[in-house]
C-alpha cells in the first residue's frame, strides 16, 4: 500500500490567497484526520470524518478554514483567505474504523508558507 | 477535554544507553495510548501502543508502561543507536469521544554516537 498522500509537499502562496490541500487516505480505511503542527502549539486536531461525514470540526481555527470529504478516497482542506499565521505543516491520517483498530497513520505532510 | 503532558522536551544520551521519556494524561476515561516517532521531514510513524487493560508492552528495543491509576504512561528505548534520533509523541484517546488523539508536546531525542 502506498500509505496516505498528501499535495502538494510543499505550497509557497501570499497573503489573501486560496490555499487547497489534499489527501488521498490508505485503501479501506473509513476515518480521515486533519492535523496542523506548529512550533508553538504543536499537533493539533482541525477535523475529521467517519465514512466521510465530518464529526468534529471543533478544532477548525476559524471560518476561513473548511474541509470536505467527497468521497472515501479523497478529502481537501482550504484556507480562503490564507493570512501569514497560517504557516505550519498540515497533515492528514486515515484509520481503519472497527472495534480495537485505533492506529492512525500519517502522511508526509504539507508545509504551507504564507508569506 | 483531554490534556496530555510530555517530558522532558530535549533528551540527549550516549548511543549504547536508555532514554525514558515520561507522558501523563488528565481523562480517566482514556484507554489507548500510541507512540509515535517523526523523523525531520516526515510524517509521525506509530511506533509502539498500549490499551489501559495492559500494563507493560514490548517489542525489541522499546516498551511502553501504564500506570491508569497515576494517569502515567512511559516509553522506554534500550541500546539507543543513532538512528533513534527523532521528534518522539505521545497520544491518548478516549473511545467514547470518538478516539480522537490528543498528543503530548514532544521530545526531541538525540543519540550522540
Known amino acids: 500500500d502506498a500509505g496516505v498522500i498528501q499535495s502538494p509537499r510543499h505550497e509557497v502562496t501570499e497573503m489573501g490567497q486560496e490555499v487547497t490541500l489534499r489527501c488521498k487516505p490508505i485503501s479501506g480505511h473509513n476515518s480521515l484526520f486533519w492535523y496542523r503542527q506548529t512550533m508553538m502549539r504543536g499537533l493539533e486536531l482541525l477535523i475529521y470524518f467517519n465514512n466521510n461525514v465530518p464529526i468534529d470540526d471543533s478544532g477548525m481555527p476559524e471560518d476561513r478554514f473548511s474541509a470536505k470529504m467527497p468521497n472515501a478516497s479523497f478529502s481537501t482542506l482550504k484556507i480562503q483567505p490564507s493570512e501569514p499565521r497560517d504557516s505550519a505543516v498540515y497533515f492528514c491520517a486515515s484509520r481503519l474504523r472497527v472495534a480495537a483498530q485505533e492506529t492512525q497513520y500519517f502522511g508526509p505532510g504539507t508545509r504551507l508558507l504564507v508569506l | ?113
Open chain 2, 1 to 113: 477535554g483531554e490534556n496530555v503532558e510530555q517530558h522532558p522536551s530535549t533528551l540527549s544520551v550516549q548511543e549504547g544507553d536508555s532514554a525514558v521519556i515520561k507522558c501523563t494524561y488528565s481523562d480517566s476515561a482514556s484507554n489507548y495510548f500510541p507512540w509515535y516517532k517523526q523523523e525531520l521531514g516526515k510524517g509521525p510513524q506509530l511506533i509502539i501502543d498500549i490499551r489501559s487493560n495492559v500494563g507493560e508492552k514490548k517489542d525489541q528495543r522499546i516498551a511502553v508502561t501504564l500506570n491508569k491509576t497515576a494517569k502515567h504512561f512511559s516509553l522506554h528505548i534500550t541500546e539507543t543507536q543513532p538512528e533513534d534520533s527523532a521528534v518522539y509523541f505521545c497520544a491518548a484517546s478516549d473511545r467514547a469521544a470518538g478516539n480522537k488523539l490528543t498528543f503530548g508536546g514532544g521530545t526531541r531525542v538525540l543519540v550522540k554516537p
